[in-house]
Nanobody
């Protein structure tokens, strides 16, 4: 099993920045890809960004490209999401996820965190 714990959410004004962290523990050797998803009130959960654990390949939702950056620290078993130029429409609960599947896109994730709230005020 893998446990994921997110941190770093909060309230920020439009145009501001936040950095989310996701610390993985347990059978972390089984992880090949980690991702960030978000769910806004009344909407379905959506993909935000993903990164492969070994090569660092990344993928982003179109609307966050150029504003968000996903990165990892293998030594700390932690993945980050740096969010700049935040907009009110970025308001959501952000979830960290991990999987054994090495693909950067497609497929399902095996493990999920509890989520952290990000609120962007206008």
């Amino acid at each position: 099993q893998v446990q994921l714990v997110e941190s770093g959410g909060g309230l920020v004004q439009a145009g501001g920045s936040l950095r989310l962290s996701c610390a993985a523990s347990g059978r972390t050797f089984s992880i090949n890809t980690m991702g960030w998803f978000r769910q806004a009130p009344g909407k379905e959960r959506e993909f935000v960004a993903a990164i492969t654990w070994s090569g660092g390949s990344t993928s982003y939702k179109d609307s966050v490209k150029g504003r968000f950056t996903i990165s990892r620290d293998n030594a700390k078993n932690t993945v980050y999401l740096q969010m700049n130029s935040l907009k009110p429409e970025d308001t959501a609960i952000y979830y960290c996820a991990a999987r054994r599947d090495p693909r950067i896109v497609g497929g399902e994730y095996d493990y999920w965190g509890q989520g952290t709230q990000v609120t962007v005020s206008s």
